[in-house]
């Protein structure tokens, strides 16, 4: 039988930012398979020009809403290592603190509101609210967690304000890290209900051969600088970047496209477990293995559950950073910043993946020139590399629009594309 | 959700994003502890970041974002049609936002610089008053849910919401906060409209002012106070310029 099929998304849906799907079989033939990001150009390497070191951080924070404070860090990272700052070992370790924040609030949205309603056949989770309230309870909990430590720690969860050059504004007052560290303790009561829950989502079966970017950890899993290493065996130095990432504009999309050993790489949770397994909590590494998740996983829709396994990972780091800053009396968290002229390079993992800032200053401290590199703007021609072979992989019997439309959908949301980010 | 046994109204809303971050409507999902009451207040038609539903009609549309391509102009004026009323969340939407930074560039060198040989559409960036009718302003970056949830009750109620008159410097006495000046960092705090409590002079950084001005401010007395204290025009310049939500020259 000739299999004739045709799925087009406009603006996909549950997703941040805009892109569109489209997927042709004519007889049993891929005739087309896309991932097209159609975002709106923002230009923000365009707008730091000329802006001075106290800005940058503010400005690129709103580069996106949901990873604001790791394009924020990414940012500090990169004017302190132009300026030549050593911030105080306690705020590298408040700073840290917020990003697990950050990576507890994004993985939980995306597990529970974006990737989670396509495994149990609704259009969102709002439905829940009124069918399984319980679910929406832990959700609501276990995000509440990470938000709450972002306030704490970075004065905001969305668009962070204690986080600066030099450091980190303020100590956060030792009963509110206390009452925060009580209230992950309890979380892991929601956690295991809610890898109860995944544990009965079914994961389709796909596999591409992919070569996954990330930091590379020494001792401990990796989040804010290092070394970069790809799973085909690349390695370099934070500073040399762009020759891990290779941006080239692509005429049908407003994201840049990036590319290694092969046409196209893959960052984020999937990405940073398969070059840094060996680093994870004992708990996490449980979880994994009784999800299946092995290194190194080809199956893109296993990075829904990477972002689990990294849950468990950093509610853990979470509590033993608390418990280190409690120990600590009256600290110094900031350090003086003087402007002087230089090149610096920040990557940070935020939640989606590796993110490169760099800044170029003159000697008053504004900047000259800037780079960022987004890790959707990574990922976006592996989505776009993966759709013909998963086109190809389900183009069978019994494949109808609908199926393949949400097979399709589902890809792009295992990435949890920050779609107005890559294209920033 | 009854008060004194009385049935609000449920309004229909539709959550609509253009040039932006989208942190804005992210915030409608934040504050997780009155969530579940906020959802319950409201009816959600549309709401493409969260949700794959499209439930017809809406009586209210929510837009997040700056208008900076011509399609985004046509999609804008066809959701105007539709709604009754029709509200910009957040500074990007009421002002222009960061977003509006790149319109002190030449942007064919900003494409040339950004894309080389192949520029992408963009238009100078405008705030969604320039665009079409707009019935309520919900300044911000990002918006604070509170005051949200305070406008969506004043809205069910069928009471007008008044956004306060005074500045966030009213609500930094009020929580104790010192003033950043005396830590020797600039604020804006004396000129924007309060009513966010001021998360940002708590949390250690002076105002960027992205609400807008508060009621009469005394521009002149501001930048005469920023450079007694030692501020440059350049820098007060920037900060003023930031969210393009203070429209005055230092």
């Known amino acids: 039988m000739k299999i004739n099929l045709d799925v087009d998304v406009h603006h996909l849906t549950r997703v941040e930012g805009h892109g569109n799907i489209r997927v042709a079989v004519k007889d049993g033939e891929i005739r087309e398979a896309r991932w097209d990001v159609v975002e709106t150009p923002r230009f923000f390497e365009v707008m730091l020009k000329g802006k001075h070191y106290t800005t940058a951080g503010i400005l690129t924070a709103r580069i996106c809403g949901i990873c604001s404070i790791g394009h924020c860090l990414a940012s500090l990272r990169a004017t302190e290592q132009a300026l030549g700052v050593t911030i105080p070992e306690t705020a590298a370790k408040l700073r840290l603190l917020a990003k697990h924040g950050e990576t507890l609030q994004s993985h939980w949205l995306h597990l529970f509101f974006l990737a989670a309603p396509d495994f149990v056949g609704l259009p969102s989770a709002l439905p829940l609210l009124e069918v399984k309230p319980e679910v929406v309870h832990i959700a609501r909990r276990l995000k509440g967690a990470g938000n709450r430590l972002c306030d704490l720690v970075a004065g905001r969860t969305t668009h962070p304000v204690a986080l600066q050059p030099g450091g980190v504004a303020r100590m956060p007052p030792r009963e509110k890290l206390l009452a925060l560290r009580d209230e992950l303790q309890r979380s892991f009561e929601d956690i295991g209900a809610t890898a109860a829950l995944f544990g009965t989502f079914a994961i389709p079966a796909f596999q591409r051969e992919t070569e996954f970017v990330s930091l590379k950890g020494e001792t401990e899993y990796p989040w804010i600088g290092g070394r970069l290493i790809s799973t085909d065996g690349v390695e370099h130095d934070e500073s040399d970047y762009l020759q891990m990432t290779n941006e080239y504009v692509d005429t049908r999309n407003t994201s840049k496209w990036c590319r290694l050993s092969r046409p196209s790489f893959a960052v984020g949770a999937l990405a940073r477990y398969n070059n840094n397994y060996r680093l994870l909590h004992p708990d996490a590494a449980r979880a994994a293995e009784q999800f299946g998740l092995a290194p190194v996983c080809h199956n893109p829709f296993m990075n829904n559950v990477a972002q689990l396994v990294e849950c468990i990972h950093v509610t853990h780091e979470a509590i033993r950073l608390i418990d280190e800053l409690v120990q600590e009396g009256p600290v110094e968290t900031m350090t003086e910043v003087t402007p002087r002229a230089g090149v610096g390079v920040g990557a940070v993992e935020v939640p989606r993946g590796i993110l490169y800032h760099h800044y170029e200053y003159d000697e008053e401290g504004y900047i000259i020139r800037a780079n960022c590199i987004i890790p959707t703007t990574q990922n976006n021609a592996n989505i776009h590399q993966d759709l013909p072979a998963l086109a190809k992989n389900f183009a069978v019997d019994g494949m109808t629009d609908e199926k393949l439309e949400l097979l399709c959908s589902m890809l792009v949301r295992a990435y949890d594309p920050c779609v107005s980010c890559s294209v920033h | ?250």
């Open chain 2, 1 to 250: 959700m009854k008060y004194l046994g009385i049935e609000p109204g449920r309004p229909r809303i539709a959550v609509f994003d253009f040039t932006s971050c989208e942190g804005c409507e992210l915030q409608l999902a934040n504050k997780e502890e009155t969530l579940a009451e906020f959802l319950s207040a409201i009816s959600i038609v549309r709401f493409r970041e969260v949700s794959s539903a499209d439930e017809g009609d809406y009586d209210i549309a929510l837009i997040e974002g700056a208008i900076t391509r011509a399609d985004e102009v046509e999609r804008l004026r066809a959701i105007r049609t539709k709604a009754k009323v029709l509200v910009a969340l957040g500074t990007c939407a009421c002002y222009g936002g960061v977003a509006k930074l790149k319109n002190a560039y030449d942007l064919a060198e900003a494409n040339r610089e950004v894309y080389g040989s192949d520029p992408k559409e963009t238009l100078p960036t405008r705030p969604i008053r320039d665009v079409v009718t707009v019935d309520l302003e919900i300044p911000g970056c990002p918006v604070s849910k509170a005051e949200v949830e305070r406008i969506v009750q004043h809205v069910i109620w069928n009471i007008p919401f008044k956004f306060p008159a005074y500045p966030v410097c009213l609500e930094c006495k009020q929580l104790y906060t010192v003033c950043r000046f005396e830590h020797g960092q600039l604020c804006l705090g004396s000129i924007t409209r309060g009513g966010c409590e001021a998360p940002c002079p708590a949390g250690g950084l002076g105002c960027w002012g992205c609400r807008g001005p508060a009621t009469d401010p005394n521009f002149e007395e501001f930048i005469t106070i920023a450079r007694e204290r030692g501020f440059s025009d350049r820098e007060i310049s920037e900060r003023i310029n930031f969210f393009g939500a203070l429209e005055v020259a230092a």
